[in-house]
């Protein structure tokens, strides 16, 4: 009989991470007041409108509506407008960082926002589906690189074995709102886009149990730091060598990249992606060149305690050992989904 093996994996973000519930809040769902995004709870705000009959059908309207007057208000404002104060409405609220827009734009004019998943009691976590995807690139890159046929996907699938626990709960003031930024180095820095998030602030601590079945299983898992240090290298050399080392962050300990819009290599299987077969599929206004872009977020800029031979320091984890990309204001530039970890068996 095979015998079942528990670890401890400790993830800590690096960088903002994002994992999406496919949803996303429009602009009638939250409002902006005292620089913070408030994503109420609708039967609690439709409960408490129905005790004025003239607001509940107000509200009712507002959300009907096809006028673009109406469309384009935002709930905080047409709850101004009904002389509706209460925020006693449960849901949560994210406080703003000033990363949210740029250029001095209206914070209370975002796009819609991308949700972060959460459990049924309104918690953040990680599906183990999200590590076990990043922890597949990392072996199909190190420990099954060139092998012809990955032993997973039928009878003898190696990863049946490899069995990955959700993460333990987030608070929800672990999330951070941020924007999206590519960044082509063949152009002049970093490139806002209209996309935004709900992401798990950088230096956040997620934990997962994983178990294995069988002495292969626990091989592999118990060598995941060093396959992981090998995959981030193989990155490096192939990719990340181009970022400007201003937007670049250190490697810390067994890099991992996890969530979306961390780019393509960091999901790849080197020895099977065909780049010029891409390009030659793309449409001609969406063709990558070169390696195609960086994927960048920004946060405010963290710093942490680290203690070397009996002496502590304090370093940051924006840009390359410690240096900045952007210090406008205590924020930084960050590689999106960039984190490190920790694994040790369970007793």
Not at 17 to 31: D, L, M, P
Not at 121 to 148: C, D, H, M, W
Not at 321 to 327: E, F, I, K, S, V
Request: aromatic letters at 12%.
């Amino acid at each position: 009989m095979k015998r079942y093996r528990e670890f401890e994996f400790k993830l800590r973000t690096l960088a903002p991470v994002f994992i999406g519930s496919g949803e996303t809040y429009k602009q009638r769902e939250y409002i902006y007041e005292n620089d913070a995004y408030y994503f109420p709870n609708f039967v609690t705000l439709y409960r408490k409108l129905s005790s004025n009959q003239r607001q509940q059908e107000a509200f009712e309207n507002y959300l009907m509506s096809s006028r673009i007057q109406e469309k384009n208000m935002r709930l905080g404002e047409f709850l101004r407008k009904i002389n509706f104060t209460d925020r006693d409405l449960g849901g949560y609220s994210i406080k703003a960082t000033g990363v949210e827009v740029e250029n001095n734009g209206d914070p209370d004019r975002l796009n819609e926002i991308a949700k972060f998943i959460k459990d049924p009691q309104g918690r953040p976590y990680i599906p183990g589906t999200s590590l076990k995807g990043a922890i597949r690139t990392i072996l199909i890159n190190t420990r099954f690189k060139g092998v012809e046929k990955i032993p997973w996907g039928g009878s003898d699938d190696i990863f049946h074995d490899i069995r990955v626990s959700d993460s333990e709960p987030l608070k929800l003031s672990s999330l951070v709102i941020t924007k999206k930024w590519d960044y082509n180095t063949r152009k002049d820095g970093p490139n806002p886009l209209p996309l935004t998030r709900e992401c798990l602030k950088p230096y956040t601590k997620v934990v997962f149990t994983i178990t294995t079945v069988g002495d292969e299983a626990a091989e592999i898992i118990s060598g995941l730091s060093k396959a992981a240090d090998e995959f981030y290298k193989r990155y490096e050399e192939r990719f990340l060598k181009d970022l400007d080392l201003k937007y670049r962050q250190s490697g810390y300990n067994h890099p991992i990249y996890l969530g979306g819009g961390s780019g393509l290599w960091t999901k790849a299987n080197y020895d099977r992606i065909n780049i010029e077969q891409i390009r030659s599929r793309t449409p001609r206004k969406m063709k990558m060149t070169g390696n195609g872009v960086f994927k960048l977020t920004k946060a405010k800029r963290q710093s942490y305690r680290l203690k070397i031979k009996g002496v502590i320091e304090e370093r940051e984890l924006v840009g390359k050992n410690g240096g900045a990309a952007d210090t406008k204001d205590g924020i930084g530039f960050y590689e999106m989904g960039k984190c490190c970890f920790t694994i040790k068996e369970k007793k």
